[in-house]
Each structure stands twice: as structure tokens, then as C-alpha cells.
Nanobody, 118 residues
Framework: QVQVVESGGGLVQAGGSLQLSCVAS????????MGWYRQAPGKQRELVAQ?????TTNYADSVKGRFTISRENDTVYLLMNSLKREDTAVYYC??????????????WGQGTQVTVSS
């Protein structure tokens, strides 16, 4: 059974830091691209950052220079520095995997709340 489990959210003051963790498990062939998305109230879910198995990264313009994504096997981290109120959202971990019968699939975690106060 495939599971994607996030942890590390919470309340932090503006300018502070927070690290999120995500563990993906249960895939026969492991996981390919993994990433973080976020959804603020009343807004669409958006990509924050993603990382390939080889370590290539991609960031949203709004977090470049402040957030760092890293990966160790099927665990991915998001270090968030210089947090702003507009970073407040539910953060979701996303993991892509290949299934021999179904092709490429995407699995999501349950989300973790990040709240940045002024």
C-alpha cells in the first residue's frame, strides 16, 4: 500500500524558519519526481518545489532563494527560511511512481498546515 506522509507544519512568526518532511513508501519501483505543493484559502493548489531522483530541483518564483528542497531516497524535505505571511497555506507532498499495469501515477499526502504570523 502506497503512503505519503508529511510532518513538520506549524505556527511561525514572519521571518522565521520551518522544515517540512515527507516520507513516501509502498512503491515497488520507488518514486520518481517528488515535490511540495501548497493551497491557501480561496486559491488554487500551486507548485512550490520539486526534485528528481538525481537531485535536479525546480522552484516557484515566489520561494526562490528562501526555500530549499532536498531528498534522501524516498524522503523529501522542504526547508523554509524568511517566511512571509503569504506563505501561509496547507502544504502537500506529491510523489510520482510507475506502475507496470497502470503507467505513471501521482500520490498525495494528507497535507500539513503552515501558518505565518506577523
Amino acid at each position: 500500500q502506497v503512503q505519503v506522509v508529511e510532518s513538520g507544519g506549524g505556527l511561525v512568526q514572519a521571518g522565521g524558519s520551518l522544515q517540512l518532511s515527507c516520507v513516501a513508501s509502498g512503491s515497488t519501483f520507488g518514486f520518481n519526481v517528488m515535490g511540495w505543493y501548497r493551497q491557501a484559502p480561496g486559491k488554487q493548489r500551486e507548485l512550490v518545489a520539486q526534485i528528481t531522483p538525481g537531485g535536479t530541483t525546480n522552484y516557484a518564483d515566489s520561494v526562490k532563494g528562501r526555500f530549499t528542497i532536498s531528498r534522501e531516497n524516498d524522503t523529501v524535505y522542504l526547508l523554509m527560511n524568511s517566511l512571509k505571511r503569504e506563505d501561509t497555506a496547507v502544504y502537500y507532498c506529491n510523489a510520482k511512481r510507475y506502475s507496470s499495469g497502470l503507467g505513471w501515477l501521482t500520490d498525495w499526502g494528507q497535507g500539513t498546515q503552515v501558518t505565518v504570523s506577523s
